[in-house]
């Protein structure tokens, strides 16, 4: 009793917190949005992108600093310019996207530290950017967050089958008819509008953990896509809120926090995974010849 | 089987007969004896401005089973991606006198390669699926793992736990859900053994003699298709033959494209 007690009475108390309650739901929806869009980026093997797309924001985020306008709206815009700059380039070079993105990450990083030199002074704000901060979350970033979601989410729902074809089988989904090229696109830029929406929550350093952990825990736990995306949604959300409670409790940085569960859920999905993989292989040793 | 004239391995008619009388089928089936299934004209493909397909011309009528020979390097594949509208080209392609992206629904396509992570999680049915037409009923996915010999149970493997072989009719299986009348093949014989290319060979004797679906296959193997196909056509670069595997395939025409070696695999024609 006393302990159930004791467990409403920290949740009232965080919950108590506006900026805890923009936090977790600000949480909530891009666990969703970046764990579906990250299923797509597993399957296309660009685990990398998130990385890059939010480490070139950091150039964004300083043109923004030096000039004295709002960091997140230039980063989103420069992110944009990023992804789709990937995706010419991917056509009309035929490198592998891991290489443009290895590219992009390091030379608009560059860029941003290059910036960042310019500009006198301890910078506060920038650290929160490295690293994130839910302090920063407004009400305002909040419905951004929010449609965002919903726009991104509704077209995820009308495309699903076909960005899930084009991403197993190219040519086969191009000749029944989808517009691969367009929907590559779309994927980019949504990716890239996503990811730089959690650098307020994460960080640049460590937004892309939400894209890649929930997802690959979730892969070795599914059997068919369809429990996949669902498993992959479930742990996004596990990660994210169970990380945001726990970084409140011991007052610990809240993107670090959060990386850490995602990557604690990843190893007990690995153990899982590796056990099974043990017994059935003594499972068929003991089947009779 | 992918038409109106659908029956099951049985031969019975498929109970779905009724639902491949679609609008654009029909439409299509209107002009089918008045215009060819797939109609090439001078097409050309060319790589760096080099030229690896050189002016083809050529017709399919519906129903017949059409093999690109040639060897490695020769631009079947080419030739086919271009048809398909996969990679730029220069002429033109018709399917029932359509542009491609008019009949998109009336054609399918199975790769050479379909290089994907094994363990990755997605099952034989969702994988069918992902091709299936909204209006097409869900039951079709059994109907076509058991046109292409696969027990209905399969449909809940998962697609990386299958034999090469079985990946490959699985691959039939989906080109052929939403009853395509042309169907593209690439180098359909390619990663599976002496077993899967007879249960192959028998698939395709199986479309051409039940059913007026189209077929345009790529392969360089002259033994597998010379029984099978009603027209070759012989690229290297550019068309060296074309007609009857019986007409065309003349020991002048097989030593112009293979070179002497290949006399050894062209069994028993009259040349």
């Known amino acids: ?289 | 089987m992918p038409n109106s004239s659908s029956t099951t391995n049985n031969g019975r008619p498929s109970p779905e007969h009724e639902e491949h009388g679609h609008e654009s089928h029909a439409h299509t089936r209107a002009h089918a004896d008045i215009l060819p299934a797939v109609s090439v004209r001078n097409l050309s493909v060319s790589f760096d401005r080099q030229k690896v397909v050189s002016d083809v011309s050529f017709e399919v009528p519906q129903g017949d089973i059409l093999a690109l020979l040639g060897p490695n390097g020769s631009g079947k594949t080419t030739l086919l991606r271009a048809m398909l509208g996969l990679i730029p080209y220069t002429g033109e392609v018709r399917i029932f006198g359509k542009h491609l992206h008019a009949v998109r629904e009336l054609i399918a396509y199975v790769p050479q390669r379909f290089d994907f992570d094994r363990n990755f999680p997605i099952t034989v049915r969702e994988f069918m699926d992902l091709a299936r037409h909204r209006h097409s009923p869900p039951g079709r996915v059994a109907v076509r793992l058991q046109d292409v010999g696969l027990a209905p149970e399969i449909q809940s493997a998962r697609l990386g736990s299958l034999s090469g072989g079985q990946l490959q009719r699985v691959l039939i299986a989906q080109a052929l859900i939403n009853n395509p009348l042309v169907l593209f093949l690439d180098e359909p014989a390619a990663n599976i053994d002496i077993t899967g290319e007879a249960t192959l060979t028998g698939l395709l004797e199986q479309l051409r003699d039940k059913t007026d679906v189209t077929i345009v296959m790529v392969s360089h193997d002259i033994a597998m298709v010379s029984g099978l196909v009603d027209k070759v056509l012989c690229l290297n670069g550019q068309m060296m033959c074309f007609g009857p595997p019986e007409t065309a395939l003349t020991e002048k025409s097989i030593k112009e494209i293979f070179g002497d070696r290949k006399r050894l695999f062209s069994h028993g024609h009259q040349h």
């Open chain 1, 1 to 289: 009793m006393d302990t159930n007690t004791n467990m409403a009475a920290f949740f009232l108390e965080m919950f108590s917190y506006p900026f805890m309650q923009r936090a977790f739901v600000s949480g909530a929806l891009l666990a969703v949005l970046l764990a579906a869009l990250g299923v797509f980026v597993t399957v296309r093997k660009m685990a990398f992108f998130g990385d890059g797309i939010a480490h070139s924001s950091l150039a964004g985020i300083a043109v923004a600093m030096l000039a004295g306008l709002a960091p997140l709206p230039v980063a989103l815009v420069w992110a944009l310019f990023v992804a789709l700059l990937i995706w010419r380039l991917e056509r009309s070079t035929r490198l592998p996207s891991d290489t443009l993105i290895g590219v992009f990450f390091t030379a608009s990083m560059a860029l941003g530290v290059v910036l960042m030199s310019f500009s006198r002074g301890y910078q506060p704000e920038l650290l929160s950017y490295l690293f994130g901060s839910i302090l920063t979350i407004q009400s305002g970033d909040l419905l951004v967050t929010a449609a965002l979601s919903l726009v991104i989410m509704g077209w995820l729902f009308l495309s699903f089958r076909s960005l899930t074809y084009m991403s197993l089988a190219e040519d086969s989904a191009a000749v029944a008819g989808t517009d691969v090229r367009s929907q590559t696109a779309a994927l980019y830029v949504a990716l890239a509008l996503a990811t730089v929406r959690g650098v307020k929550i994460l960080g640049i350093i460590l937004v892309s953990a939400l894209i890649i952990l929930p997802t690959a825990a979730g892969r070795m736990l599914a059997y068919s896509f369809r429990s996949y995306v669902i498993g992959s949604l479930f742990l996004s959300e596990l990660m994210i809120l169970s990380g945001l409670t726990v970084s409140y409790r011991f007052d610990l940085p809240s993107g670090a926090t959060i990386v850490l569960v995602g990557a604690a859920i990843f190893f007990l999905a690995a153990a899982w995974k590796t056990m099974d993989g043990a017994f059935s292989v003594r499972a068929v040793g003991r089947q009779p010849r």
